[in-house]
C-alpha cells in the first residue's frame, strides 16, 4: 500500500479518536448532571502563586455536605477534589488579575476560601457565587451553630 494511504488511514484514525474523546466527553458531563446540578467552576491547584499561575478548567457540583470539583477534559467519574460544607469559610471575592482574565472563564470572579488544609481559590460566576454562598451558611436542621 503507498504511503499516502497509510498516512490517510492514520489521520482518519486520529480524527475518530478526537471526536469519541468529545462525545466521551459530553457523555461524562450529562451523566454529572443527573445526579444534581453542574455549574463552571475553576480551582488553583497551588494558592498563593502569582495570578494567572495554577488554575485548573472544571466543574463544581454540590453534593450533600461536599462541594466536588471535576477537571474538565479528564474522563475519570469521580470528583478530583471535594470540600465539606463544615470545614469551608468564605473569605471574600475579587475580580480576576492580570492573567487570570484570560485564563479564567469570562465574568468569572476569584473566590477566596480557608479550610483547615490551607488557602482554597475557586473562580465562579456571580450567579454561581450567590449559590456558593447561600449553601455554605445554610445547614440542615439540629446543627451546632456554636461552632
Known amino acids: 500500500m503507498p504511503l499516502w494511504l497509510e498516512l ?16 466521551l466527553l459530553v457523555i461524562r458531563r450529562r451523566v454529572l448532571s443527573r445526579h444534581g446540578g453542574t455549574f463552571e467552576l475553576s480551582h488553583r491547584l497551588r494558592p498563593g502563586e502569582e495570578p494567572g499561575r495554577g488554575w485548573l ?51 468569572h470572579v476569584v473566590v477566596e476560601c480557608a479550610s483547615p488544609q490551607g488557602p482554597v481559590d475557586l473562580a465562579m460566576s456571580r450567579e454561581s457565587l450567590t449559590g456558593f454562598q447561600s449553601w455554605l451558611e445554610s445547614r440542615p436542621p439540629g446543627t451546632d451553630w456554636s461552632r
Open 57 to 107: 478548567l472544571g466543574l463544581g457540583r454540590y453534593s450533600g455536605e461536599e462541594l466536588e470539583w471535576f477537571r474538565i477534559f479528564t474522563l475519570a467519574p469521580r470528583p478530583k477534589r471535594s470540600w465539606n460544607r463544615a470545614l469551608l469559610s468564605y473569605d471574600g471575592a475579587r475580580e480576576p488579575a492580570g492573567l487570570e482574565r484570560t485564563v479564567l472563564y469570562p465574568d
Open 8 to 23: 490517510l488511514d492514520a489521520a482518519g484514525l486520529g480524527v475518530l479518536l478526537v471526536l469519541l474523546y468529545g462525545l
